[in-house]
């Protein structure tokens, strides 16, 4: 395992992403919530480059038995990463895949320390 120095912590704000190439391999960090992640830049339905997708929400759907309605309601703003190719979402908090509750994005340690973020592998 290495650690990388992707950014100066200052470089990061909240919302913000990058994506860095780190031992061969493409990982984005994200600040969200006054947290930092790490995934690997690759989406488990077919490689894409989920990480460079939009942070977004999504439609969660109820439905009423005795009305026989169902209803969609945007929820979670912001806190959804969808891949460009083909709209896969992830909670970027944990990583969690949200059609495939068994799968997850690769992640890795990050930090910040001494005003650097700093990935580990």
Same mark, same amino acid.
């Given at each position: 395992? !290495? ?10 704000? &909240? =919302?913000?992403? %990058?994506?860095?190439?780190? #031992?061969?391999?493409? $990982?984005? $960090?994200?600040?969200?919530? =006054?947290? %930092?992640? #790490? +995934?690997?830049? /690759?989406?488990?339905?077919? !490689? =894409?480059? $989920? *990480?460079?997708? #939009? ?7 109820? +439905?009423?038995?005795? #009305? ?5 309601? /945007?929820?979670?703003? !912001? &806190?959804?990463?969808? *891949?460009?190719?083909? !709209?896969?979402?992830?909670? %970027?908090?944990?990583?969690? *895949? ?11 340690? $990050? ?11």
């Amino acid at each position: 395992m !290495g650690e990388h120095v992707v950014a100066a912590a200052s470089e990061l704000q &909240e =919302g913000d992403r %990058l994506v860095a190439e780190l #031992a061969g391999r493409e $990982v984005a $960090v994200f600040r969200f919530d =006054g947290e %930092l992640y #790490a +995934y690997l830049n /690759w989406c488990a339905h077919q !490689g =894409g480059p $989920v *990480c460079e997708g #939009a942070l977004t929400g999504t439609y969660e759907a109820t +439905y009423d038995r005795e #009305a026989n309605e169902v209803s969609l309601s /945007w929820n979670r703003e !912001g &806190e959804v990463l969808m *891949c460009p190719w083909h !709209g896969w979402e992830y909670d %970027l908090p944990s990583g969690e *895949c949200l059609s495939q509750r068994s799968t997850r994005l690769p992640s890795y340690p $990050v930090e910040e320390r001494n005003g650097d973020v700093v990935v580990t592998l």
